[in-house]
């Protein structure tokens, strides 16, 4: 949703973008950290979970059907 108003052809160059792939990445460590620690693993997909609900980020935005 954070997207819809940024016309493809800028979307690369874009700092939301940019920002969002930095959350990205940051989140994507946080749970390799975590991949030995079913428990704490737990805790940061929830807290991913949340951040997703607030910011109204559902399944639909991400899946893609083929």
Do not use: C, W
């Not at 997207?3 to 959350?23: C, N």
Request: hydrophobic share 40%; glycine share 4%.
């Amino acid at each position: 949703p954070q997207f819809r108003t940024i016309p493809d052809s800028s979307l690369m160059y874009s700092d939301e973008l940019r920002k969002h792939a930095e959350v990205y990445g940051k989140g994507l460590n946080a749970i390799i950290d975590k991949l030995d620690n079913e428990i704490e693993l737990g805790d940061v997909i929830r807290k991913m979970a949340k951040v997703h609900a607030k910011k109204q980020v559902f399944k639909n935005h991400i899946m893609v059907s083929f």
